[in-house]
């Protein structure tokens, strides 16, 4: 489905879709279902990979705590290697590290 919206903007993309549901109510179409079955296990990150990839989109801790959504001190042990992130905020970290670019220069300015 990424591919889709890679190849497409968001306004042809809706367009599409549009267009599927208008043929559907028509019965036209039957309507597709997609079974997402190769979900990457989550990756581990060592302390200085995190710190590694808050400085390359250039935030500070407190910056990159409050974008992650945990607090300043979750950083600094992150960090420090006291405590290792968990669940979403290992997600969060590997789209940030594989997509920094992407992150750097769109969605930095959505988040504000």
């Given at each position: 489905m990424s591919?889709?919206f890679?190849?497409m ?5 809706l367009?599409?879709?549009?267009n599927?549901?208008l ?6 179409i ?12 989550l ?8 710190k590694?990839?808050?400085?390359e ?5 407190a910056t990159f705590a409050?974008?992650?959504?945990v607090s300043?001190?979750t950083?600094?042990?992150w960090?420090?290697?006291?405590s290792?992130p ?6 969060m970290?590997a ?7 992407t992150f ?9």
């Amino acid at each position: 489905m990424s591919d889709f919206f890679e190849k497409m903007d968001i306004g042809n993309a809706l367009k599409e879709s549009l267009n599927e549901v208008l043929e559907y109510e028509k019965g036209n179409i039957s309507l597709r279902t997609f079974i997402r079955s190769n979900i990457p296990d989550l990756p581990d990150f060592k302390a200085s990979e995190i710190k590694s990839i808050r400085e390359e989109i250039k935030c500070t801790q407190a910056t990159f705590a409050k974008l992650l959504g945990v607090s300043k001190s979750t950083i600094e042990y992150w960090e420090a290697g006291k405590s290792k992130p968990a669940g979403s905020s290992r997600r969060m970290l590997a789209l940030i590290k594989n997509k920094k670019e992407t992150f750097i220069k769109e969605d930095l300015k959505l988040i504000g």
